[in-house]
């Protein structure tokens, strides 16, 4: 059975910087696409970041130019570097992978990792 589990978070300040990973464990063949979500109170969750087995990348508007998003394929991890972190970018964290493994597809999501950005 594959998990994923996330790690990274916690408080910053304003402009300052954090990094959250998520890392795939269990048997796996590929996994295809990874992406990153924040969820917001009152909010739905939205896909904020997204890097596909290609490493092509695509960013909200909002974080585009201050988030990266990477991937090492090797250890079956995404990460999300976030730089000029604001107060509006506080929220809970999700990771997401889509891939292939020893139960056939699947479609996860880490537990959540919550940032918060002092105002």
């Known amino acids: 059975q594959v998990h994923l589990v996330e790690s990274g978070g916690g408080l910053v300040q304003p402009g300052g910087s954090l990094r959250i990973s998520c890392t795939a464990s269990?048997?796996?063949?590929?996994?295809?696409?990874m992406a990153w979500y924040r969820q917001v109170p009152g909010k739905q969750h939205e896909a904020i970041a997204v890097?596909?087995?290609?490493?092509?990348?695509r960013y909200i508007s909002s974080v585009k130019g201050r988030f990266i998003i990477s991937r090492d394929s090797a250890k079956n991890t995404v990460y999300l570097q976030m730089n000029l972190l604001k107060p509006e970018d506080t929220g809970v964290y999700y990771c997401?992978?889509?891939?292939?493994?020893?139960?056939?597809?699947?479609?996860?999501w880490g537990q959540g990792t919550q940032v918060t950005v002092l105002s």
């Open positions: 997401n992978a889509e891939g292939d493994g020893s139960d056939g597809a699947f479609n996860l």
């Open positions: 890097i596909t087995s290609q490493n092509y990348t």
């Open positions: 269990g048997t796996i063949f590929s996994i295809y696409t």
